[in-house]
């Protein structure tokens, strides 16, 4: 089974610009998650989509928006990018979210100049 | 606000030696506990999983349990090879997220 895929892998954008990240998870899997890691601030969650869903949002600024797709595929946008938004940004999927394994992709590196 | 903390946050031992890596949480009302592992650059790679109903995973040379009273994990690895290299992460899960712990950066010196 393929497993999280997440594109593009590396993106240099500048400050004020766009972005946007996309995610496929693993076949059958229903629930899609993204997180942030940063060496200053660790792993920190974005938001989780179930079903075209979102379930719940973590507690960064309006400029980070996501959504889902009827697949279950995934993307997130981020705009009027800062510098702080340099980052690696992680997708996971599982089969049905809360209390199931969680599978990462391999992430997106973004960096803001 | 759930806050997860892992001691020590570097280790470095000698190939063969046993690992034990330390995992606390504030908050005991979570699903499951998960350790992760992350190479340099990488995404990361599921380890174990624990549901919060069970004392504790085995995999191979991995080990972990479980005390969610006391807001605690710990994962072992035994006979520790230079390929265990990495960073390795615990994260708690509940109201549809993971909680990370900063992580703990691992040396095995062959």
């Known amino acids: 089974k393929a497993g999280v895929t997440q594109t593009p892998r590396y993106l240099i954008k500048t400050r004020g610009q766009q972005v946007t990240l996309s995610c496929s998870p693993i076949?059958?899997?229903?629930?899609v998650s993204w997180y942030q890691q940063t060496p200053g601030q660790g792993l920190q969650f974005l938001f989780e989509?179930?079903?075209?869903?979102?379930?719940n949002k973590g507690n960064f600024p309006g400029r980070f928006s996501g959504r889902q797709f009827s697949n279950s595929r995934s993307e997130m946008n981020v705009s009027t990018l800062e510098l702080g938004d340099s980052a690696l940004y992680l997708c996971?999927?599982?089969?049905?979210?809360?209390?199931?394994?969680?599978?990462f992709g391999p992430g997106t590196r973004l960096t803001v100049t | 606000k759930q806050e997860v903390t892992q001691i020590p946050a570097a280790l470095s031992v000698p190939e063969g030696e046993n690992l034990v890596l330390n995992c606390s949480f504030t908050?005991?009302?979570?699903?499951?506990l998960q350790w992760f592992r992350q190479d340099p650059g990488k995404g990361l790679t599921s380890l174990l999983l624990?549901?919060?109903?069970?004392r504790e995973q085995t995999s191979g040379r991995l080990n972990a349990s479980l005390d969610k009273s006391s807001g605690r994990s710990t994962l072992y690895i035994a006979a520790s090879q230079p390929g265990d290299s990495a960073t390795y992460l615990c994260?708690?899960?509940?109201?549809?997220?993971?909680?990370f712990g900063a992580g703990t950066t691992v040396t095995v010196r062959a």
């Open positions: 996971a999927s599982s089969s049905l979210g809360q209390g199931y394994e969680q599978y």
């Open positions: 076949s059958g899997h229903r629930s």
């Open positions: 989509y179930f079903s075209e869903t979102q379930r």
């Open positions: 908050d005991s009302a979570i699903y499951n």
């Open positions: 624990i549901q919060s109903s069970q």
């Open positions: 994260a708690v899960g509940n109201d549809y997220k993971l909680s």
